[in-house]
């Protein structure tokens, strides 16, 4: 399986809280590991983690092995998606884009991303990821 996935699941893999099944591939849009450490800067900015902690996870991502998508046809289809869905920014229309034309299903843990996905791609729970694919089991 092909998963797309959104910043706050890629560093929830990176600290280590999800372990990804050998038999899916990670993929995602070119802005999520910028998404990822302002969620991180954030979190050392409301206390939630200290500099040394956030460091640490951002490192982490790193090694967690996702193909970044920032091509022109995924930025336009985030650009429609985000048009005609009246968004106010096209952050969630390039998670859901990537996910439209690459993966299978998308993971998010984001409330944003996970409503503007609604009825516009197969949507997985977290879990799936540390699952087989299905042709595996």
Known sequence: MRYGIDALVALEIARG?????????LVGPGRLRSDAMAALYDGVATGALTRDEAR????ALTGVRIRLLNDRVSRATAWKLAL?????????AEYVAVARLQAD?????????AAFAEGLVEMAPVQALSQPSRADA
């Open 17 to 25: 809280g999800i372990a990804v099944h050998e038999s899916h591939t």
């Open 56 to 59: 640490s996870i951002l490192e």
């Open 84 to 92: 005609s869905r009246d968004a106010l920014s096209p952050t969630a």
């Open 105 to 113: 299903a998308l993971v998010t843990t984001d409330p944003d991303v």
